[in-house]
């Protein structure tokens, strides 16, 4: 688990080491957050600390994790 996890790093960080983001980088990261969030929502699950350290790039192939 550790081994995946070292393959992860934070938006924010992701930002300050790349730069600012496109807007259709934007776009995607946001399609994402609001697609995950809308599906724990339906399990009547709520996020309660939704922040740029708490959401995950995986840096190998900029996805969400």
């Known amino acids: 688990i ?3 996890y070292d ?3 934070p ?3 992701y930002i ?3 730069g600012p983001l496109s807007l259709s980088d934007v776009y995607k990261y946001a399609l994402h957050v609001s ?3 809308a599906y ?3 399990l009547y699950i709520v996020h ?3 922040k740029c350290d708490n959401l995950l790039v ?3 192939n900029n996805k969400f994790c």
């Open 58 to 60: 995986c840096h190998l």
């Open 40 to 42: 724990i929502h339906s």
């Open 48 to 50: 309660r600390d939704l």
């Open 11 to 13: 938006i924010k960080d």
């Open 16 to 18: 300050k080491k790349k």
């Open 35 to 37: 697609s995950a969030m």
């Open 7 to 9: 393959l992860l790093i």
């Open 2 to 4: 550790s081994l995946f």
